[in-house]
């Protein structure tokens, strides 16, 4: 579904992300983990086309990232949301299912409405939203298309306790429905018990790639040991 082949985005003389190759395949959560600044958000960027890359190959669904074909199959939630100061909840679902070409979007719409407890904001103007109901008007956004890949940047940060555990069951009914997830986060205990494959990222590089148990037989060989224990000794300071 995604391939990312050699991916460089550079600042001036600094490599934010460096050379990095991976896939993910239908059906699968992957967690994309890294202390801040580790090139998170600038590699999810450049997958979804915010940022131009450096070098380097992404295909999605075996479409070039940019092209329109390649859109058409995914959805991203960024880590500070965004919505339209003048736009209702109502209407940012009714936007992007025209914008997607979205059939009978209204029972999909408030069926996410209700998940996120935002039916009774339906009516309520983006800019009077707090950033939590902001987040929660991005996911619901997204998850609309019905996409076979999402981005999830940061997706629990500004979440109550209800919509974490509420977007943690939508990641499992989506990976049962064949769906691709990538989630980018530094909240280790958010992705632990969903994500089928763990992605370590630091300085621009990928230091593992695996399930979290065969992560834990090449790095702690303890299996009493946590994915935070593996996160901290991947990225400790040598």
């Not at 801040?36 to 999605?60: D, F, H, P, Q, Y």
Request: hydrophobic residues 40%; aromatic residues 6%; proline residues 3%.
């Amino acid at each position: 579904m995604l391939n990312v082949s050699n991916l460089v985005k550079r600042y001036g003389k600094q490599n934010a992300v460096n050379n990095i190759s991976f896939q993910l395949d239908g059906g699968e959560v992957v967690g994309l983990l890294g202390p801040n600044g580790a090139g998170k958000s600038t590699t999810m960027k450049c997958i979804v086309g915010l940022l131009r890359k450096t070098s380097g190959e992404i295909t999605i669904g075996g479409y070039d990232h940019l092209s329109v074909e390649a859109k058409k199959l995914f959805s991203f939630i960024p880590e500070t949301p965004y919505v339209y100061d003048l736009l209702t909840v109502q209407e940012h679902l009714q936007f992007i299912a025209q914008a997607y070409g979205v059939k009978n979007w209204k029972e999909r719409g408030g069926e996410l409405l209700e998940i996120y407890d935002l039916t009774d904001k339906a009516n309520k103007l983006g800019r009077d939203l707090s950033k939590g109901m902001k987040q929660k008007v991005s996911i619901c956004c997204a998850l609309l298309p019905d996409p076979q890949l999402l981005f999830f940047d940061e997706p629990m940060i500004g979440l109550d306790p209800k919509a974490i555990k509420n977007t943690k069951r939508i990641f499992k009914e989506l990976k049962e429905a064949g769906k691709t997830i990538l989630v980018s986060t530094h909240l280790i205990d958010s992705v632990e018990t969903i994500a089928d494959r763990i992605m370590i990222l630091k300085d621009g590089n990928i230091l593992g790639n695996d399930t979290i148990s065969n992560l834990k037989e090449q790095f702690v060989n303890d299996e009493n040991e946590s994915l935070e224990d593996i996160f901290l000794e991947l990225t400790k300071d040598v």
